[in-house]
C-alpha cells in the first residue's frame, strides 16, 4: 500500500533527522547544556526536547552548519531559561543550589550575533578556522598554536589577523541579511 | 616615530597572544597611526562577538555515553508521529506496527519522554531530574554480541530501570530482571525483539521492587532462562 510505505519512508526519515542531528551536534548541545544546568541528567532532558523541536520545525534547519548549530544552542538555552523560570514560580521545590547558577536570559541580539559568528566561522577556511580556534576558542599561545599547526609563529600571528579580518567580512555581511530578514 | 607599520599584528594583537614587547610596539605604533586605529576598532568588535560564542558550540560529534539520551530522543519522536497517524487514521490497525518499538515491561512505564499533543504549542517536558543515586551502566556480553546500557533510578525501597538493549535477533522473548546482591531476581519486564528492535535496539522503562542499595546488575534473559547480557551497577 503506497499510504504505509510513504509513512515508513517519513519514520526513516524522522530517525535518520534525530539521528544525524545527534551525531553533527549532540556533544557541543550536552555540553552547553551541562554547564548552564549544571546537571548531566537535566541537561540531556534538555537537548532531548531542543531535538525533538528541530524534529517539529525542519523548516528551521537551513544550510550551513553553523546557524543550524546556533539554532539549537539558541533553543536549547530557551528551554533551560523557561525551566528555572517554571521552578522559580514554585517555591516548594528545591531550591538552587551553587553549582546550578540562575541563568540569566541573553539578549537577543546577542544571541543572534552568536549564531551569525558560527556561522561565518563555518564559512572561513579552513587555514583561518584553524588558527582561530587554537589561538581564541582553545586559549593557546602563538607558540603552542604553532607547534599544532605545524607552521611558524610568524605565521600564526599573520594567519590569525586574515583570519579575524575575514570573520569581520562575513559577519558583517550575514548580519546584515539576517537582522534584515527578523527585523 | 620609529614605529613601522604592520597591520598583520593587529589581529593577534586583538586576540591578546603577542607578547609584552610586540604588544608594545603595536600600541606605540596605533598612536600614531590612524588607518591602524579604525582597523583596530573593528577587529575589536569582531573579537567581542567571537566572546558571545559558548566554548561549547565548538565541539563536534556526538555525546559520549549519550545512548540512551538517543534512544529516549527516537522514542519520543516515534510516539508524536504514531499520535499524529492515529488523529488521522482513526481505527485503522496499521499505526502499531509502524511504532512498536516502544515496549512497556512490568505494565507500567515511568514518564520519561511521553508524548505531548501534537497540535499544542511545544511544551517543554517537565521531567524532574532523576534523583540522587542514579546508576548508569553499560556491557556487552562476549558470548551473544548483545549490548545493554542502563539507568538505574533510586525509588523508595524499589527502583526504577531504563534499558536500551541492542544487538538481539528478531523474534526472541526476552525478559528484563534486576539481580539483587545476594542473587534474588525481580522482573521488570518482557518483550518480544521486533524487525526494528534487532536493527537499532530497543529501549524500555520497567521497576522492580529491590531496594536501590540491594541492586547487583541488570540482567536480560530468554524465556528459557539463558542469559543474554548483564550489566553490572
Same mark, same amino acid.
Given at each position: ?15 535518520? /533527522? ?11 548541545l ?5 554547564? /548552564?544546568t549544571?546537571?548531566? @541528567? ?5 537537548? #532531548? ?8 520545525? =525542519?523548516?528551521? &534547519? ?10 539549537l ?18 517555591? #516548594?521545590e ?7 547558577? =540562575?541563568?540569566?536570559?541573553?539578549? @537577543? ?8 559568528? /558560527? ?29 599544532? &599547526?605545524?607552521? =611558524? ?13 575575514? &570573520?569581520r567580512?562575513?559577519?558583517?555581511? #550575514?548580519?546584515?541579511? &539576517? ?5 | 616615530?620609529?614605529?613601522?607599520h $604592520? ?11 603577542? $607578547? *609584552? ?6 600600541e ?10 579604525? $582597523? ?13 560564542? %559558548?566554548? *561549547?558550540?565548538?565541539?563536534?560529534? %556526538? ?16 510516539s ?20 512498536a518499538?516502544v ?13 505531548? +499533543? ?23 556480553? !562476549? ?11 533510586p ?26 546482591? +545476594? ?19 530497543t ?8 531496594? !536501590? ?18 550489566? %553490572?551497577?
Amino acid at each position: 500500500m503506497a499510504a504505509l510505505w510513504s509513512r515508513k519512508r517519513e519514520a526513516a526519515a524522522d530517525e535518520a /533527522l534525530i539521528r544525524s542531528l545527534y551525531e553533527e551536534h549532540g556533544r557541543a548541545l550536552l555540553a552547553y547544556a551541562t554547564r /548552564l544546568t549544571g546537571d548531566r @541528567a537535566a541537561a540531556e532532558d534538555v537537548v #532531548q526536547e531542543t531535538l525533538v523541536r528541530a524534529w517539529r520545525h =525542519p523548516d528551521t &534547519l537551513v544550510n550551513g552548519k553553523g546557524s543550524v548549530r546556533g539554532w539549537l544552542l539558541t533553543v536549547a538555552r530557551n528551554i533551560v531559561t523557561d525551566r528555572f523560570r517554571a521552578k522559580a514560580a514554585r517555591p #516548594q521545590e528545591v531550591a538552587e543550589t551553587p553549582t546550578t547558577p =540562575p541563568v540569566e536570559r541573553d539578549h @537577543a541580539d546577542s544571541v543572534v550575533d552568536s549564531m551569525v559568528v /558560527l556561522e561565518a566561522l563555518d564559512r572561513l577556511s579552513s587555514d583561518h578556522r584553524d588558527v582561530l580556534m587554537e589561538i581564541y576558542f582553545r586559549g593557546r599561545s602563538v607558540t603552542e598554536a604553532a607547534e599544532a &599547526l605545524g607552521v =611558524p609563529p610568524g605565521t600564526v600571528k599573520s594567519r590569525s589577523h586574515y583570519a579575524l579580518r575575514a &570573520l569581520r567580512e562575513t559577519f558583517v555581511g #550575514q548580519q546584515v541579511a &539576517l537582522k534584515g530578514v527578523a527585523g | 616615530m620609529t614605529t613601522n607599520h $604592520d597591520p598583520q599584528l593587529l589581529g593577534a594583537y586583538v586576540l591578546g597572544v603577542l $607578547d *609584552e614587547r610586540e604588544a608594545r610596539a603595536v600600541e606605540d605604533h596605533l598612536a600614531s597611526c590612524s588607518r591602524c586605529h579604525a $582597523d583596530l576598532a573593528e577587529l575589536r568588535a569582531m573579537e567581542e562577538a567571537m566572546g558571545d560564542v %559558548p566554548p *561549547e558550540a565548538l565541539l563536534d560529534g %556526538p555525546p559520549e555515553g549519550g545512548d540512551l539520551l538517543l534512544q529516549r530522543t527516537l522514542r519520543q519522536v516515534r510516539s508524536e508521529r504514531g499520535g499524529q497517524l492515529r488523529r488521522r487514521q482513526v481505527g485503522l490497525g496499521l499505526v502499531a506496527a509502524a511504532v512498536a518499538a516502544v515496549v512497556l515491561g512490568g505494565g507500567f512505564a515511568v514518564g520519561r519522554g511521553t508524548a505531548p +499533543d501534537v497540535g499544542a504549542i511545544p511544551q517543554t517536558s517537565t521531567a524532574p531530574a532523576p534523583p540522587a543515586g542514579t546508576k548508569l551502566g553499560s556491557a556487552t556480553d !562476549p558470548d551473544t554480541g548483545a549490548r545493554m546500557t542502563v539507568q538505574v533510578k533510586p525509588a523508595a525501597g524499589w527502583v526504577r530501570v531504563n534499558a536500551s538493549v541492542a544487538g538481539i535477533e528478531q523474534n526472541e522473548k526476552c525478559r528484563l530482571f534486576v539481580v539483587a546482591k +545476594d542473587g534474588r531476581r525481580a522482573e521488570a519486564g518482557s518483550w518480544l525483539v521486533s524487525a526494528a528492535g534487532e536493527k537499532d535496539g530497543t529501549n524500555l522503562d520497567g521497576s522492580a521492587l529491590i531496594a !536501590p542499595e540491594d541492586v547487583a546488575a541488570i540482567e536480560v534473559r530468554n524465556f528459557d532462562d539463558e542469559r543474554i547480557v548483564t550489566v %553490572p551497577v
